[in-house]
C-alpha cells in the first residue's frame, strides 16, 4: 500500500474515499497510446487525491503502487503522458527525480 503524503496543505482539502467506484474515473483519449484515466475527485496542484481509510494519497502513486509495487525510497513516478490527475498505472514509469525534471515533470 502507498506510503503516507508528508506534503503540506492537504488536510484543508475535502477527502473522497475510493471504494472501487469506476466513476471516480473518466476515461479519456488524450493523445498518449491509451486512454488517461483521469481522477474526478480532489485535485491538489494538478494531482489527483485520495483517502484510503482516512489517509491522504496521491492517486497516481497509490494506483501504481496497487498495480506494480511500492515505488522504491528517492525515486518518483513520471506521468508519460504528461496528464498529472491521470491514475492509469500503465502510464507511469519509477525514476530518478533528476530524471523527471529532465523529462518536464
Known amino acids: 500500500m502507498a506510503r503516507k503524503s508528508r506534503k503540506k496543505g492537504y488536510k484543508s482539502l475535502p477527502c473522497f474515499s475510493y471504494q472501487g467506484d469506476p466513476n471516480y474515473f473518466e ?4 493523445g498518449y497510446k491509451t486512454p488517461c484515466w483521469l481522477w474526478r475527485g480532489t485535485i491538489h496542484r494538478s494531482y489527483g487525491q485520495v ?27 513520471d506521468h508519460l503522458c504528461k496528464i498529472k490527475h491521470c491514475g492509469n498505472p500503465h502510464h507511469l514509469e519509477v525514476v530518478t527525480v533528476a530524471v523527471n525534471i529532465a523529462r518536464g515533470g
Open 51 to 77: 483517502c484510503i481509510k482516512g489517509i491522504r494519497y496521491s492517486v497516481h502513486k497509490w494506483m501504481y503502487e496497487e498495480y506494480y509495487e511500492e515505488v522504491p525510497l528517492g525515486l518518483v513516478l
Open 27 to 30: 476515461f479519456a483519449d488524450t
